[in-house]
């Protein structure tokens, strides 16, 4: 986040995953709580795989949501009705149709990964959020994630590379490992300064809460 004052600067980490609609709310819910307290944070994504065994041509979304929760038809419009309301009312565009389609994420957690030891994780995760919910992309392709890429500024050419690299697959087994074995089961799930974990999207209120309980320490 952009430094606004001098105060002190609160480390929060989102773990997530590109095709969670509820991991982008969070993430609009928190930025508003962020401006709305003037609070200075670092922001590091950790890669969560919500269908890690999703095969390479993808599933209809419908599909995939009334298969994996056994929701119907009626409660899968109204979920989606929802978040484009709610998505909305927080500066985020979310589309669906009947092609939407649910897809493997890997190969981005591998980008992002490697993003992050460029200095520009958090744009290139925007980026792909904005891909996959907003102009309905498959962000498995890596014709996608290359656009993805550039419109966060970052080298293509070294992007590709890294999508070919094993370096970036092992980083990302390594930081799922981590996070699952101390619990981490659903996303989004933020962690504020280190000790304080909230799971799901819990509005802005709540996020400023917990911002104020975590400068109130640090001070």
């Not at 995953?17 to 609009?28: A, E, L, N, R």
């Not at 994630?145 to 690299?165: G, H, T």
């Not at 999207?201 to 104020?212: D, E, F, R």
Request: proline share 5%; with cysteine; glycine share 6%.
């Amino acid at each position: 986040m952009t430094p606004t004052d001098s105060g002190p600067t609160l480390q929060i980490d989102i773990v997530s995953d590109i095709v969670c609609p509820w991991c982008i709310v969070g993430f609009q819910q928190l930025d508003q709580a962020l401006k709305q307290e003037n609070v200075l944070a670092r922001l590091r994504w950790h890669p969560f795989e919500l269908n890690p065994t999703m095969p390479p041509e993808g599933q209809n979304l419908r599909e995939h949501i009334i298969e994996k929760y056994g929701s119907t038809l009626e409660q899968n419009q109204q979920s989606r009705d929802r978040l484009t309301k709610l998505g909305a009312e927080l500066g985020f565009t979310f589309n669906f149709d009947d092609d939407s389609r649910m897809v493997n994420t890997f190969a981005a957690h591998q980008l992002l990964d490697w993003a992050e030891t460029q200095g520009r994780q958090h744009p290139l995760k925007l980026a792909l959020f904005k891909a996959y919910f907003t102009d309905q992309k498959d962000v498995s392709q890596a014709d996608v994630l290359l656009e993805a890429v550039a419109e966060a500024s970052l080298p293509v050419d070294a992007a590709q590379s890294a999508l070919e690299s094993s370096e970036h697959v092992a980083a990302v087994r390594k930081k799922q490992k981590f996070w699952t074995s101390r619990g981490i089961s659903g996303v989004p799930s933020m962690v504020f300064s280190g000790k304080y974990l909230v799971t799901g999207a819990q509005g802005t209120v709540t996020y400023a809460q917990i911002l104020q309980r975590c400068l109130a320490e640090a001070a």
